[in-house]
């Protein structure tokens, strides 16, 4: 819910409020008072040509042959096509000048909504004490293009006084028992240089015993570090956290026993990234499978129930460990905070070109589900399903029941690190209106 905006709302709030509506406004008017009746036919053909877009991207993902790459020209042809009709009816500078004037309506709509977002928008800090005694680290040489080596990540952590596993070989290791064999012999936290699917066991191990955990940022993406507002590009300064650190309280999302520091992922992604020949060719694979699974030929029709809410044959679940951003595109795969208890859940489900262009909508699209639970269960029409649980591929016997466990991970961050940016506030046009008109 949004607050009222009241006496409470800043000066500069309401007037950017205002100023963000002259302009939408102003964008409409040099349309309309440039273009005349050409205004209508710019703007339909504008609407069309995203229309066709995006229908056409769908039918090049879900379907083969002649029609596929028919489609992949459409795709690409049709928003030229645009551009072209507008410069030979000679209003393309219309055009862009109109976008320009809707995209400061816009900037400035955001910064009116700014004082929208929660002021206790990042999570809380608490002292890391005691010390730790005996930190034992788990490194993966190979992860990240061999950052371990790169950064000197060993000889660092070392020379902190803690004790390293460092994998290098190419047999297979149970992290989470290595890590429980550390915890019998008296380590009082745990560490984990590599990926996310490896830090998520080592992980539910530390929250197991109640002791601190460190994340290093020698994986390839690092999701989860980039979620706790760690250096991505400079591994060496998680270890910071060693020596001056502070606690954050973090959920963990569990799915069949294991713990996941990110997401799960049910349905199109989790059955291509189960195939054998993803790893070699991931481009090839996904575009061999998806028309199967998108069309429902292969793959299990799953069915979800949250809390009570119920999702219909998703073509794609996604179940994450807190809700990612949604206020616009640069916010998407983001969380700013990893302490609110509920897990977010999202299912799409798109069956023909039709729906494809019905995405547009947004959140208010038929195709799409957003919604935040405390549990989850996935059933399915087979006794097993792929699951990709933080990239990690694996199969799951049926029913898949996820569910959080607030707080249970303290994860000590360095004090000095580059932090999670301000989310940025959803763009609401009602809202906008409210504050543009408040006393």
Known sequence: MHRSPGPGAARSQRWLARLSLVLACLAVLIIVGLAGLASFAMVAVGVAGAAVTVAAAYLFLSRRGAVRWVSLAVA?????AVIVAHAIAGLLWIAILAAGVWLLAGVTARLALAGDVRQDWRMPEHPARPPARHPFL???AK??????????LQRKAEGLGAEVF????PEEVDVAAVARGAVARGADLLGVAGGDGTQALVAGVAAEHGIPFVVITAGTRNHFALDLGLDREDPAASLDALSDG??????????????????????AYAEVVQTPAYRGDKMRTTLELLPDLLQGHEGARLEARADGARIEAPQALLVAN???????????????RL?????????????SAAQAVGLLRGAHATGLSLLTARQIEVTADAPQIPVGIDGEAVRLPTPVRCAIRPGALRVWVPRHRPGVPRPKPELSWSRLRQLAFAR
């Open 76 to 80: 690409v042809l049709a928003p030229i």
């Open 246 to 267: 502070v606690e954050l309280r973090v959920d963990l999302g569990v799915i069949g026993g294991q713990t996941f520091v990110n997401n799960a992922s049910f349905g």
């Open 339 to 351: 302490d609110g208890g509920v897990l977010g859940v999202v299912g799409v489900n798109v069956g």
């Open 143 to 152: 992860s990240g293009g061999g950052k371990v080596g790169k950064f000197g």
């Open 138 to 140: 788990i490194m993966n």
């Open 166 to 169: 460092l994998m290098d070989g």
């Open 322 to 336: 807190n809700p990612y951003g949604m206020g616009d595109v640069a916010g998407l795969g983001r969380r700013a």
